[in-house]
């Protein structure tokens, strides 16, 4: 494997041909890193199941270079879903939406859906246009950790986590932190209105004022995504949500919240944006730490902080 810092131009070409050729590319977005393979190619998709060691009925996300990319991917979509596209993308948003011809099972889990997205972030950009130069159609990405762990931010959580198991021609690039921390905001789009299957940065707020339209939540919806099981963004260490940490404890606190004598601060972040965006970096450190326990007192509020509550609710799940 490749560890690709300052990526330049000819790096981000070079990581796209070792796509185009099979290999797996791991690539900084806005929202998490992601794991990419050629989302045309059976053998190259499986091998992001086997590294990730992810069940392979779990759909992946296209990642597509702009909204020209949809019909690439999709059948019949409605007016609301481009209306969503035109407002978001790039960003962290990804589209449930009828699959056309070129999303196979081995996309879709088996589903008659793909999810759609355009990241924003240069590398990431750059990496899908590239490697539509070299003449592929989309990068098939899910977040760049093992199967139900805490999804990486930065590059160095990629190597750390995944380093045994990617191969020699593999590539991780290395982009800084991604600024916003949480996963895209996964959208169905294949009903009359958008359903939210995972909420993230996009919030139901700004679908219903885009499309006019009510978006509903998570609980009300029964679609299975793999982030909905109950464990899921899970340290090893165990997560207990709005208690009082002991000594020896983590602590993952809003910053006017002091810090308890002989508790380990992880993180002291001042606006929900910083916390979104420090949070994964934060539980995994609790672990290079070798600490048991981490106390994390949620936010509270809607948009964004419910994103981190539902993370949250799935990390503290045993
Ligand atoms: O921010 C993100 O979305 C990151 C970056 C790398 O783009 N990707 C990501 O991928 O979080 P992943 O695979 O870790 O989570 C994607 C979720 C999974 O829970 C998957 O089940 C769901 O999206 N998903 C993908 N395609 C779907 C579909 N057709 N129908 C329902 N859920 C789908
Ligand atoms: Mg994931």
């Not at 981000?12 to 050629?38: I, N």
Request: hydrophobic residues 40%.
């Amino acid at each position: 494997m490749s560890f690709l810092s300052k990526c330049s131009t000819e790096t981000v070409q070079s990581a796209a041909v070792a796509l185009k050729a099979g290999h797996l590319v791991a690539f900084p977005t806005e929202t998490v890193y992601g794991l990419g393979a050629d989302a045309e190619s059976a053998e190259a998709v499986a091998r992001i199941y086997e590294t990730k060691g992810r069940p392979n009925d779990h759909p992946l996300i296209v990642h597509i270079g702009s909204m020209d990319g949809i019909s690439d991917w999709a059948g019949d979509i409605p007016e609301y879903a481009i209306t969503l596209a035109r407002d978001f993308w790039p960003g962290p948003l990804t589209l449930v939406v009828n699959r056309g011809e070129r999303a196979k099972d081995f996309i879709t889990g088996g589903q008659n859906t793909v999810g759609l997205r355009v990241p924003a972030h240069n590398i990431a950009l750059g990496l899908i246009q590239e490697f539509i130069k070299a003449g592929g159609k989309g990068i098939a990405a899910p977040s760049a950790n093992r199967f139900g762990a805490v999804s990486p931010t930065n590059a160095q959580a990629v190597e750390d986590e995944l380093a045994q198991y990617l191969k020699v021609e593999d590539i991780i690039l290395d982009g800084g932190p991604s600024l916003v921390g949480v996963e895209s905001t996964i959208v169905d789009c294949t009903k009359e209105t958008p359903f939210i299957l995972r909420p993230g940065a996009v919030t139901a707020e700004m679908i219903e004022e885009s499309t006019g339209l009510i978006a509903l939540a998570p609980e009300q919806t029964e679609i299975r995504v793999s982030g909905s099981l109950d464990s899921h963004y899970s340290p090893k260490a165990k997560v207990v949500l709005d208690a009082i940490a002991e000594p020896g404890d983590g602590l993952i606190a809003p910053d006017q919240i002091p810090t308890p004598d002989g508790v380990i601060r992880l993180a002291s972040p001042r606006t929900i944006e910083g916390y979104a965006r420090d949070l994964y970096a934060a539980l995994r450190s609790a672990d290079t730490q070798g600490i048991d326990v981490v106390v994390v007192l949620q936010p509270g509020g809607d948009g964004l902080a419910a994103a981190i509550r539902d993370r949250l609710k799935r990390s503290a799940y045993e």
